[in-house]
């Protein structure tokens, strides 16, 4: 008889904690908001909540420099306000982890979310981002553990694609009463 | 009338004797202007991603609370990275500094005016964010109480200096992100930074 597994995004948090990450910066997500809350609750992380995706990557890269290792959770629509401040990442070679929940991907409801969604591996590919994609729950917490080891243990910023056949959001009325 | 104050001038005083303060200058003038007081490996002077130098210190800050750590940036570079300053208020930081050296121009495209020219008082902005201490210098005398509040007072503290618009000689930091990144980190850390 098998376990149950908790939920991804508890598997995630652990797998964050035991790659020693103290700082989390985020911009809410749906997709991300157990993980923000456990991030949030958790006293020995700084949960830093931004007001655009971009602060992050700054971020991240004040805590390497101080010897800490952080984490930047964001939704895809956020990778295209990061795209010059990677420029710094890959100067500095800052290890970076992000995890990206997609949107206009896999069932997507809000035509605006489509470009970006659709861009998102392509844009971070042509910044220097390594890609990884997590197509279901069970493979997100090991492909974020391997992130995290590029990162921080090859100096490489690395993104981990969350899918949006996961978070499985089909309507404004299901993401809102999330 | 008082004289203008010069900008390598306020950054020589605030910089003066810093003993172990941690430094993040944005990109263009203020990088000279904290070279020109002399480069430092507990400095970080910033070539790119503009908009972003806050951001970077207040990343150092929550990482190492026991040090002090000072931004010196240029109003065009905190005018790209206004939401920074409400996300600095929500973490209070106490030992960080963001330092504005205002001259009322974006210095390196040919002098064009910000929109503090125009009156845009950052001090203000950064009040409301829930800065600590936030105030517009104009004044020499009060640069030491500035200098006194970044190396010791409980922050995060905020200050716009309104500089004269000068073009001075540049004093040009190393420019190789991956060298600046690593003797930083090997002067704040130790050498097994190298191996971390």
């Known amino acids: ?178 | 009338m008082t004289t203008a104050l010069r900008r390598r001038q306020v950054v020589e005083i605030l910089l003066n004797e810093r003993k172990g303060l941690l430094v993040v200058a944005g990109l263009g003038s203020t990088a000279w202007d904290i070279t020109a007081a002399g480069d430092s490996p507990l400095s970080f002077p910033l070539w790119g991603a503009m908009g972003n130098a806050a951001m970077i210190g207040l990343g150092l800050a929550l990482a190492q609370p026991a040090r002090r750590v000072l931004v010196i940036t240029g109003d065009g570079e905190m005018l790209m990275g206004l939401g920074s300053l409400a996300t600095i208020g929500v973490q209070q930081p106490g030992n960080l500094s963001v330092v504005v050296v205002d001259n009322e121009r974006y210095g390196e495209t040919g002098m064009q005016p910000t929109h503090t020219a125009s009156g845009v008082d950052l001090a203000k902005v950064a009040l409301a964010c829930g800065f600590g201490s936030a105030r517009q210098i104009r004044e020499p005398g009060e640069l030491w109480t500035l200098r006194a509040a970044i190396h010791g007072a409980p922050g995060p503290h905020f200050a716009q200096v309104k500089v004269a618009a000068e073009k001075l000689p540049l004093v040009l930091p190393p420019r190789e992100g991956g060298l600046l990144k690593a003797r930083f980190r090997r002067a704040l850390l130790g050498e097994e930074a190298d191996l971390a």
């Open chain 1, 1 to 178: 008889m098998r376990r149950k597994e908790s939920p991804w995004p508890d598997r995630v948090y652990k797998t964050l904690k035991a790659a020693g990450v103290r700082q989390v910066g985020y911009v809410p997500d749906a997709g991300h908001k157990r993980l923000i809350e456990l991030c949030l609750a958790d006293r020995e992380l700084d949960a830093v909540v931004l007001s655009t995706e971009e602060e992050g990557i700054g971020l991240a890269a004040g805590a390497w420099l101080g010897g800490v290792r952080g984490a930047l959770l964001m939704q895809s629509s956020g990778v295209g306000n990061c795209i010059n401040a990677l420029g710094m990442t890959r100067e500095c070679r800052f290890p970076l982890l992000m995890l990206i929940t997609m949107r206009g991907q896999f069932g997507e409801f809000n035509p605006w979310q489509v470009p970006m969604g659709q861009a998102t591996p392509g844009v971070l590919s042509a910044m220097g981002v390594v890609v990884h994609e997590a197509n279901t729950a069970r493979e997100i917490a090991p492909t974020v553990e391997a992130a995290a080891r590029l990162a921080f243990g090859g100096y490489q910023a690395v993104a981990v694609l969350i899918a949006q056949g996961v978070i499985g959001i089909k309507s404004f009325q299901e993401q809102a009463s999330r």
